[in-house]
């Protein structure tokens, strides 16, 4: 940090939990921010943390390296209530366009050079920052739309760089192929994709606003299942308890660690088996097999989390300190019932590669189709099979373990070709690593000592973290890296709880690996991309 961008910018520092954090100058981020990500290493803009205190208002960029997620740090710009002014880091980190972009929303605070700073998940005619401590939740919040007529464009008619004239055309937001509602607003040159711009907000749940108000103890953890409800909720319910648990200082006992292992594995292949299934029938309308035997994969993994979870989709099966109950009795059957599926999945995702990755059609509209170079991808906060299938090995179960995994034998996919194909080949192969990572759990619990299957430690029935305490944990969603960041005020409840949606960070690269192919190729790259909206607008 000698660098000379850098000097003079430093006015403090803390600790967000166990993450070193800088208070910088809001004229210096860019500098900042430029020097760590060059002199440092840290490549990573994981998440950017917005949100007021009684005397300011501050951006926080929490910076970590996709070699090592380990080494992290903390970049905290404050700034004044009555002036919510900072600098964009935007030059930096592309990713920080859209983060800085839902501050600005949310809070009001607004970023001098940012490259587009308007509303991203509330429409322009909002009145008001919903997460500021002056909003008004009473008052009106839409004007009509003739008092915004002047900043409404129309595309239509709109002379390309070449001289060629272009069409605006609206995908979305109620399409099958945007898998779930989001609009994208795509010009074209003839069929040949200009430029495209996701329009996200449609499903905005105010779900950071309704942990806020739940108690740590009981009335958060169910809403981490509704982020994303392909099935992958066991994986979301992790990183709410990771963080959770780091705040209050809980030690999760080891059996009820393996039983989170088992269970978010399973949860994990719950997402992936819809996110194949649903991507052949975006590029090949293949409903019929590929699809329907994805739906019936699911529903044998569905089985074995109802048997353990008494729910098919909304789990809440965690619990601060553990998972709310053992596994059923009697645990023989349970255990031959795992056993039975995986035995049957080689046979099954064989006849998966058969349909899919050996189909000639399929190959023709996903290989070399929907190309993101791996440094693309970091500057753009990739995670998941979204980064892996750039050839970015990241993952953080392995290089920042929690729960069981650093105890089990298993591997990272990773694929170098960076295209659509690369990203449908991580899926069916972390599928196979989930497989085996599940069976080494059904072996261990098999072998488990009755007496030492503590399922929960021993926690409070009131958790009040310190007064100012915070911190930052993530987890390796099916999507990517999830992350939550909570600030304690010494209540029951969050002053401050803040999603990182994986999806989120990996639908900004979409323009990206879409722009100059054809309008095929944009439907087959968003679906690999595999975006869940409840987690993307929040």
Not at 362 to 378: I, N, S, Y
Not at 399 to 422: R, S
Request: aromatic share 8%; hydrophobic share 35%.
């Amino acid at each position: 940090m000698a660098d000379a961008g850098v000097a003079g910018a430093v006015v403090d520092s803390r600790a967000i939990g166990d993450i070193p954090t800088l208070e910088i100058r809001g004229d210096r981020v860019p500098a900042v921010l430029d020097a760590v990500r060059t002199g440092l290493g840290l490549d990573h803009c994981s998440c950017v943390v917005a949100q007021e205190y009684d005397t300011h208002a501050e951006s926080v960029y929490l910076l970590r390296a996709y070699d090592d997620p380990t080494r992290e740090l903390g970049v905290a710009v404050p700034v004044p209530l009555e002036e919510k002014v900072s600098h964009s880091g935007a030059d930096a980190f592309r990713t920080i366009d859209w983060h800085e972009r839902e501050a600005y929303d949310l809070l009001g605070i607004e970023y001098e050079d940012h490259p587009d700073l308007r509303r991203i998940l509330l429409p322009e005619t909002w009145q008001g920052h919903p997460l500021s401590r002056d909003y008004d939740g009473d008052g009106p919040q839409i004007v009509p739309l003739r008092e915004n007529e002047g900043r409404l464009t129309d595309a239509e008619g709109q002379e390309a760089a070449d001289g060629a004239e272009t069409m605006l055309l609206n995908v979305g937001p109620h399409h099958p192929a945007t898998h779930g509602v989001m609009h994208l607003q795509t010009t074209l040159d003839g069929e040949q994709v200009v430029d495209v711009e996701p329009d996200i907000g449609y499903i905005h749940r105010c779900e950071e606003q309704m942990c806020e108000a739940g108690t740590y103890r009981h009335q958060i953890m169910p809403y981490p299942d509704r982020w994303d409800w392909s099935g992958a909720g066991l994986c979301n319910e992790w990183a709410y308890a990771r963080a959770a648990e780091a705040l209050a200082d809980i030690e999760v006992p080891e059996y009820a660690q393996l039983l989170r292992t088992l269970t978010a594995e399973l949860s994990r292949m719950l997402g992936h088996f819809l996110a194949i299934g649903a991507y052949a029938l975006d590029v090949v309308g293949d409903f019929t097999a590929t699809f329907m035997y994805a739906i019936q994969e699911r529903e044998r993994i569905q089985k074995l989390l109802e048997d353990v979870t008494g729910q098919r989709l909304m789990f809440n099966y965690f619990r601060l300190g553990g998972v709310v109950w053992d596994l059923p009795d009697p645990r023989d059957e349970f255990f031959d019932d795992v056993r039975a599926f995986l035995e049957g999945l080689p046979e099954r995702l064989r006849e998966y590669h058969s349909l899919l990755t050996e189909n000639e059609l399929l190959q023709m509209r996903t290989v070399d189709t929907g190309h993101l170079p791996p440094e693309t991808a970091k500057q753009y906060g990739c995670t998941g099979p979204v980064a892996r299938g750039s050839g970015i090995d990241y993952d953080v179960r392995r290089d920042d373990p929690y729960g069981y995994y650093d105890e089990l034998d298993w591997n990272v996919v990773t694929e170098d070709d960076c295209d659509n194909y690369a990203r449908l080949l991580v899926r069916l192969r972390e599928l196979e690593e989930s497989a085996t990572i599940v069976d080494q759990c059904v072996d261990l619990l098999e072998d488990w000592p009755e007496a030492d299957r503590t399922i929960q430690a021993s926690v409070p029935r009131t958790v009040k973290p310190d007064d100012g305490a915070e911190v930052y944990r993530t987890v390796e969603a099916a999507k990517g890296e999830l992350g939550i960041y909570i600030r304690s005020d010494g209540t029951d409840q969050p002053a401050r709880f803040k999603i990182r949606g994986p999806s989120f960070s990996n639908l900004q690269a979409l323009p990206e690996m879409t722009t100059g192919e054809m309008l095929p190729d944009l439907i087959a790259t968003l679906g690999s991309l595999d975006t869940i909206m409840g987690e993307v607008d929040r």
